[in-house]
């Protein structure tokens, strides 16, 4: 789960200003920051279960229940993993790894609730467990329960001062608390422990950034990058910081190589095509700018900063009818849009404008004189 060009932040503008007559701008989407850990989603932080990203829960016997279980979580398939899992738990309940990955599988089957009971039944079974008290303080998180999440991060560090993942869980829950010096502080022990872990330096590029230091920013997403080539997510937050330095040229080439890259995450793919709008919107390369904007809306439709951004870019080329059509959608589509009143004046004057322009000129005084 990733940030990128549309996540929490405050660096852009996130209205659409003089919507009333004929001064109406396009919206610019906030610019990444290290997204709040509800529920996981595209365009959120990234998160992980055990010590290693993507790491399968750990089966206490090569057979039975508990090896299928962990087999069916690494092909992805939760649901399977559950119902294994579960029969081996009821037959080892005194086990607490067993528990863990019963939560780790309820985890990621969205699941919140039925992954804490299992988390905190493996605590109880094994008091020092930092892994459970790991996984606990992430799903505690991602429910939004941050109280909590930093109780079970800071009872596993008091085990584990050593523990990455635990100071990067703690970092994550200062910053949505926004609390953000603590934060970086807890990233910056994480990242002393392992320097090598880019989930925790591309949060924390997304603190520096909504922060506005956007040096320190572009220093973790190169990183990230030069670790990780292919992470897509890097290379869209990398854009935004140039893109907010003025360095447009080089917002556009990382934005177009997501493109290239033909990304299975619809959300990334879109991000992409709206970035690229923003930029040859900035550069006055107003077709252009439409063209990624109609673009965006074809992969995803509910993109309502995309149809505002079409509109107002259509005005702009007098191509009124087919703006007002954008409107129009816009207010079917987002009929409680906090907009919704400046949106229904916009609508009524290009129909009054419209109307004018089918109307016959009126005959002129004196005529034939």
Not at 176 to 197: C, T
Not at 250 to 272: G, I, Q, S
């Amino acid at each position: 789960m990733r940030v990128s060009l549309r996540a929490a932040g405050a660096a852009f503008a996130a209205g659409c200003v003089a919507l009333v007559g004929t001064g109406c701008t396009t919206l610019q989407r906030p610019v990444p920051a290290a997204a709040g850990p509800s529920a996981p989603a595209p365009d959120q932080r990234i998160v992980r279960f055990g010590t290693a990203p993507g790491a399968a829960p750990t089966a206490t016997a090569p057979q039975g229940e508990a090896a299928w279980g962990a087999y069916f979580y690494r092909r992805g398939d939760f649901r399977r993993s559950i119902q294994l899992l579960a029969d081996a738990v009821k037959k080892d309940p005194a086990n607490a790894t067993l528990w863990r990955n019963l939560g780790s599988s309820y985890a990621l089957d969205d699941d919140f609730d039925a992954a804490i009971s299992c988390f905190q039944s493996a605590i109880r079974r094994d008091p020092k467990d930092t892994k459970s008290l790991y996984d606990l303080s992430v799903v505690e998180g991602w429910k939004g329960s941050l109280p909590q999440a930093e109780k079970a991060a800071l009872k596993g560090l008091a085990l584990a001062p050593r523990h990455g993942g635990l100071h990067s869980s703690l970092g994550n829950v200062y910053d949505d608390e926004g609390k953000e010096n603590a934060s970086l502080k807890q990233y910056a022990d994480a990242l002393e422990i392992n320097p090598r872990d880019t989930i925790t330096r591309f949060n924390r590029g997304g603190v520096y950034l909504k922060l506005k230091d956007l040096g320190a920013a572009e220093k973790d997403y190169h990183r990230v990058l030069k670790l990780d080539p292919d992470d897509l997510g890097a290379a869209q937050n990398l854009a935004a910081v140039y893109f907010l330095e003025g360095r447009l040229k080089a917002a556009e080439r990382l934005n177009a190589w997501v493109v290239r890259r033909h990304p299975k995450d619809e959300d990334t793919l879109e991000n992409a095509y709206f970035n690229l709008g923003l930029i040859y919107d900035r550069e006055d390369r107003i077709e252009h700018a439409l063209n990624m904007y109609q673009l965006a809306l074809q992969v995803a439709p509910w993109d309502a900063a995309a149809y505002v951004n079409a509109a107002v870019v259509l005005e702009r080329l007098d191509r009124k009818r087919e703006a007002l059509a954008y409107w129009e959608k816009y207010e079917r589509l987002f009929p409680a849009s906090r907009r919704a009143a400046e949106i229904a004046k916009r609508i009524a004057i290009l129909k009054r404008m419209l109307a004018l322009e089918r109307s016959p000129p009126p005959a002129g005084r004196g005529a034939g004189r």
